[in-house]
């Protein structure tokens, strides 16, 4: 019973739901982290199309049905207890990380992520009662001040709480990545390094400064990471990563917009797969090159789709949390 990279053996997992997905009223918190690039006039609140959540919701079916195929547990979230102040229960990835045998609810930078672990809250109480720890980092107050942009105008995070998203980690056993962006500041990794005592944190600082960190690196196994070419290279990869055989990605495809509605995601939220063990991926099936680069190296590659994953901000990845893997 425990979770502690992104490879091993996959028993068990939440796959999140699109239902209720919506832009909620603007404040600085959530525009600052999610649509940094848009004028206010161009994000429109409210719900979301009703074929958008429709069209999301067969896709994402269609992905528990095959993880259940591959005899995986498969979770859904629970709705009824929404928060009415909630953003979406699409990404269970982005606020709550497991590492070992310790469910950790993270602090999110969005005043709206507050209340997103209640979606998952039955899930992560029968896991404490089959013997997982469980905490959660202190909840942010996010005054304005918490956010600043750099001198490219590029938004970030002060260091006045403790500020981080699950998503901005990435578990390499004794290892975890940490992502400082506009959705992760240093005293997060502090913290996290404070819970964490038998791990080691590494920041990431000059990679990416947008958001998270699982469409940039993506850990396939031991000794094979693969790197997202247009914000890695071999200056300022990780050193944990040095001596590995490496798979760099230069292109991803995206489908054309059917809507006028804001991207969540850039094109590389193609990137973001899943691993059903180190020689099985869930991969988005447009993304031709990097299918035919992990296939070269062993890994077979299921091609499933998320029609709206730049539009809802999600890939695989994203969409998913996985809660017992082997190893």
Request: proline content about 5%; hydrophobic content about 35%.
């Amino acid at each position: 019973m425990s979770c502690n990279n992104d490879w091993g053996q996959l028993k068990e997992i939440i796959v999140g739901t699109a239902k209720g997905y919506r832009i909620p009223d603007l404040n600085r918190s959530f525009k600052s982290c999610q649509f940094p690039e848009y004028d206010e006039k161009d994000i429109p609140v409210g719900s979301y199309p009703d074929w958008v959540i429709e069209e999301t919701e067969e896709d994402l079916d269609k992905l528990a049905q095959t993880l259940f195929s591959h005899g995986i547990i498969v979770h859904r979230p629970n709705t009824k207890h929404s928060h009415p102040d909630n953003w979406h229960y699409y990404s269970p990835r982005d606020c709550t990380l497991i590492v070992g045998d310790t469910i950790i609810e993270t602090p999110s930078p969005i005043i709206n992520r507050q209340y997103e672990t209640w979606g998952y809250r039955n899930i992560f109480n029968s896991l404490h009662e089959r013997g997982y720890k469980w905490i959660k980092a202190p909840t942010p107050i996010l005054l304005d001040d918490s956010f600043k942009e750099d001198a490219k105008g590029v938004p970030s995070l002060n260091n006045h709480e403790i500020l981080f998203e699950a998503a901005n980690c990435v578990r390499v056993n004794d290892d975890i990545l940490f992502q400082v962006s506009n959705t992760g500041n240093e005293r997060g990794a502090r913290w996290l390094q404070d819970v964490l005592v038998d791990k080691k944190v590494h920041l990431c600082e000059n990679l990416y400064s947008y958001a998270h960190l699982d469409s940039t690196i993506i850990p396939l196994r031991e000794g094979l990471v693969m790197y997202n070419a247009s914000r890695v290279n071999e200056d300022n990869e990780p050193e944990l990563f040095k001596s590995w055989d490496k798979i760099w990605i230069d292109e991803c495809y995206s489908a054309a917009p059917r809507t006028n509605l804001p991207w969540g995601a850039s094109e590389w939220i193609g990137m973001n797969m899943l691993s059903i063990d180190k020689h099985l991926a869930v991969v988005d099936r447009k993304q031709k090159q990097m299918i035919k680069k992990l296939e070269e190296h062993h890994i077979d590659v299921i091609p499933l789709e998320l029609r709206h994953d730049r539009l809802l901000a999600g890939g695989f990845h994203c969409v998913t949390l996985d809660l017992v893997r082997d190893g």
